[in-house]
């Protein structure tokens, strides 16, 4: 699986401070930033680390939303 078709998006968060990074396959992770660039390569690896545990133990990889 490609983890390039997962459906990433940035926000602001005003309590942090900084940008946000977040994946809507996966809703529990998130990657705080200071640029919007750092925080989208942020979470695109955290997901690719996370998505290769998972295939490592042998879980379900959430597959990516169709539009």
Known sequence: MDTNHYTYYL??????????????????????SATPDEALEGIRK??????????????AVPEARRR
Do not use: K, Y
């Open 46 to 59: 955290t997901v690719c680390e996370v998505v290769d545990d998972m295939r490592t133990n042998g879980e």
């Open 11 to 32: 926000t602001w968060s005003s309590e942090d401070g900084e940008h946000v990074g977040q994946c809507a396959e996966f809703p529990a992770l998130s990657w705080l």
